[in-house]
């Protein structure tokens, strides 16, 4: 009834969630996990019968906390594995919630900080996706309906340091959620006005504001809303526009989105590392003298608050130039173009899952993965000319203590040829999730597809071709678990004949 009449009728779609949070209130809500996806069900089957036409989508469990690793992948199992098994069939997509977590003494112990950003948050991604392909025969595309960074604690003071911890989360997901657009139907950060609700307002602090009262001490009268730092993301972000262009990065640690308008390429660089760092930008040369504007967003030490910097520097005149990075440090290059400095194409983005999913690695042997294609591009007239792409493997491992360290694939090779170069500092990004409790971790490793294995993919026709992947662990290796391989490739249309 009230999606009948109460909706709103300009938007071009309606994304519903059945429920907040399925995961973790089953028990507040007084119900059963199987009654949660039988309620998914049922509404998602009401509103396709109703109003049918594709405008309205219904998904969920909006999954508060993918720890999917724990005991042996029985978590997801029972958990986010069975609600694709039996409401996939029904909901348009899935949907989760994706936070860095901080504990309360987080300035005194800065280990104590669990990192969802990097090469987690592709695991957690990649593992939804290959698991509904291979259960369903399609993927469902996902929701994030809330992302950044949380606190295990409820009740601390203003502190812009906080400020700052969430807009590192929130940069750092943003830029691996732009490497998915056509799997990932919206990601919002979880950044609200004033928490007028919240029970001790005043006293006490709700850290994810654009504004907070002035004093502390909550007396109901004479405060002043003074703002946050939490509004210079959006400051960062608000001049960016235009369509995706390629942009690869060689190191998964300084993630990289480019955007072109009519009259500027918008460069967006993040470095994930906790320290600093250093880039070369490689970029056509535009021929032109106008000045380049950067926009820096990083944390002040000396005044321990974020930072928005905007200035100039001369467009460069080479095709190359070294850029510097502060610890978690987020920029963006625009770049002004003379008329038609670069032409608009379309790229095409192939992505490969393998079967099997969650799979138990045995050391020093091989796992084979027959990886399809779940999105085949191309038509009759056009083809794909492959010039990109990636092989990245989500694992995990159960470790015997806070100081072993994540042992990485010793062999990972497609269609039989050579083995690729793995070098984990490059190729996988960010800290490694390992909880806190249980010592497993759950993380990822991509692997760029080097000249000669891209040249054998573009013989015959690379859009329908099928691929294998082969992966190895050392012989000395903690107990290991491939929770999923994906293969992607990319590379400009062709017209044909």
Same mark, same amino acid.
């Given at each position: 009834?009230?999606?009948?009449?109460?909706?709103?009728?300009?938007?071009?779609?309606?994304?519903?969630?059945?429920?907040?949070?399925?995961?973790?209130?089953?028990?507040?809500?007084?119900?059963?996990?199987?009654?949660?996806?039988?309620?998914?069900?049922?509404?998602?089957?009401?509103?396709?019968?109703?109003?049918?036409?594709?405008?309205?989508?219904? $998904?969920?469990?909006?999954?508060?906390?993918?720890?999917?690793?724990?005991?042996?992948?029985?978590?997801?199992?029972?958990?986010?594995?069975?609600?694709?098994?039996?409401?996939?069939?029904?909901?348009?997509?899935?949907?989760?919630?994706?936070?860095?977590?901080?504990?309360?003494?987080?300035?005194?112990?800065?280990?104590?900080?669990?990192?969802?950003?990097?090469?987690?948050?592709?695991?957690?991604?990649?593992? !939804? &996706?290959?698991?509904?392909?291979?259960?369903?025969?399609?993927?469902?595309?996902?929701?994030?309906?809330?992302?950044?960074?949380?606190?295990?604690? !409820?009740?601390?003071?203003?502190?812009?340091? /906080?400020?700052?911890?969430?807009?590192?989360?929130?940069?750092?997901?943003?830029?691996? @959620?732009? &490497?998915?657009?056509?799997?990932?139907?919206?990601?919002?950060?979880?950044?609200? $006005?004033?928490?007028?609700?919240?029970?001790?307002?005043?006293?006490?602090?709700?850290?994810?504001?654009?504004?907070?009262?002035?004093?502390? $001490?909550?007396?109901?009268?004479?405060?002043?809303?003074?703002?946050?730092?939490?509004?210079?993301?959006?400051?960062?972000?608000?001049?960016?526009?235009?369509?995706?262009?390629?942009?690869?990065?060689?190191?998964?640690?300084?993630?990289?989105?480019?955007?072109?308008?009519?009259?500027?390429?918008?460069?967006?660089?993040?470095?994930?590392? !906790?320290?600093?760092?250093?880039?070369?930008?490689?970029?056509?040369?535009?021929?032109?003298?106008?000045?380049?504007?950067?926009?820096?967003?990083?944390?002040?030490?000396?005044?321990?608050?974020?930072?928005?910097?905007?200035?100039?520097?001369?467009?460069?005149?080479?095709?190359?130039?070294?850029?510097?990075?502060?610890?978690?440090?987020?920029?963006?290059?625009?770049?002004?173009?003379?008329?038609?400095?670069?032409?608009?194409?379309?790229?095409?983005?192939?992505?490969?899952?393998?079967?099997?999913?969650?799979?138990?690695?045995?050391?020093?042997?091989?796992?084979?993965? !027959?990886?399809?294609?779940?999105?085949?591009?191309? $038509?009759?007239?056009?083809?794909?000319?492959?010039?990109?792409?990636?092989?990245?493997?989500?694992?995990?491992?159960?470790?015997?203590?806070?100081?072993?360290?994540?042992?990485?694939?010793?062999?990972?090779?497609?269609?039989?040829?050579?083995?690729?170069?793995?070098?984990?500092?490059?190729?996988?990004?960010?800290?490694?999730?390992?909880?806190?409790?249980?010592?497993?971790? @759950?993380?990822?490793?991509?692997?760029?597809?080097?000249?000669?294995?891209?040249? &054998?993919?573009?013989?015959?026709?690379?859009?329908?071709?099928? /691929?294998?992947?082969?992966?190895?662990?050392?012989?000395?290796?903690?107990?290991?678990?491939?929770?999923?391989?994906?293969?992607?490739?990319?590379?400009?249309?062709?017209?044909?004949?």
């Amino acid at each position: 009834m009230f999606l009948r009449h109460c909706a709103p009728t300009w938007q071009s779609r309606w994304l519903g969630e059945v429920a907040n949070e399925c995961d973790v209130k089953v028990g507040a809500a007084n119900t059963t996990w199987q009654e949660m996806i039988d309620l998914h069900i049922a509404v998602a089957e009401r509103v396709h019968s109703d109003l049918p036409g594709g405008r309205h989508l219904i $998904g969920g469990p909006t999954a508060a906390y993918p720890q999917y690793q724990l005991r042996n992948f029985s978590n997801f199992a029972t958990g986010m594995g069975q609600f694709i098994a039996l409401a996939g069939p029904s909901i348009d997509f899935l949907s989760l919630h994706l936070y860095d977590s901080y504990q309360p003494d987080m300035d005194s112990d800065p280990g104590d900080y669990s990192p969802r950003s990097g090469n987690n948050l592709d695991a957690v991604l990649d593992l !939804n &996706e290959a698991y509904s392909y291979n259960q369903l025969g399609r993927v469902l595309p996902q929701l994030v309906s809330e992302y950044g960074s949380s606190f295990k604690v !409820n009740n601390f003071t203003y502190s812009p340091t /906080h400020d700052w911890f969430i807009l590192r989360g929130v940069n750092s997901k943003l830029l691996q @959620f732009l &490497e998915r657009p056509d799997r990932l139907l919206k990601a919002i950060p979880f950044i609200v $006005g004033k928490a007028t609700w919240y029970p001790t307002m005043g006293e006490f602090f709700y850290p994810f504001t654009l504004w907070h009262l002035e004093q502390e $001490g909550y007396n109901g009268k004479d405060q002043q809303w003074v703002e946050t730092h939490l509004g210079k993301f959006y400051q960062l972000w608000e001049r960016v526009t235009g369509s995706r262009v390629k942009a690869t990065s060689s190191d998964a640690n300084i993630q990289v989105a480019a955007f072109l308008s009519s009259q500027t390429l918008f460069v967006c660089l993040n470095n994930v590392r !906790n320290n600093t760092a250093r880039a070369v930008i490689s970029l056509p040369a535009f021929g032109s003298s106008a000045q380049v504007n950067v926009s820096r967003l990083f944390y002040n030490a000396s005044t321990m608050t974020p930072q928005l910097d905007q200035t100039l520097f001369p467009m460069p005149t080479a095709e190359t130039f070294n850029v510097s990075f502060l610890p978690e440090e987020t920029a963006i290059f625009s770049f002004p173009l003379p008329s038609r400095a670069l032409a608009p194409t379309t790229i095409d983005i192939t992505t490969f899952y393998g079967s099997p999913t969650m799979v138990a690695a045995i050391p020093g042997s091989h796992l084979l993965f !027959n990886m399809s294609a779940a999105n085949l591009s191309g $038509g009759s007239s056009r083809r794909q000319t492959i010039d990109h792409g990636f092989v990245r493997v989500s694992f995990s491992q159960q470790l015997q203590s806070a100081t072993e360290s994540v042992v990485y694939p010793s062999f990972i090779s497609v269609d039989g040829g050579s083995p690729l170069p793995v070098e984990p500092a490059l190729q996988s990004a960010g800290r490694n999730m390992v909880d806190v409790h249980t010592l497993e971790f @759950f993380g990822s490793l991509r692997v760029a597809l080097p000249a000669a294995t891209l040249l &054998e993919m573009n013989t015959g026709d690379p859009a329908g071709k099928k /691929h294998m992947v082969h992966v190895a662990f050392p012989e000395k290796c903690p107990s290991t678990i491939v929770a999923s391989v994906v293969l992607q490739t990319a590379g400009e249309q062709v017209e044909l004949g």
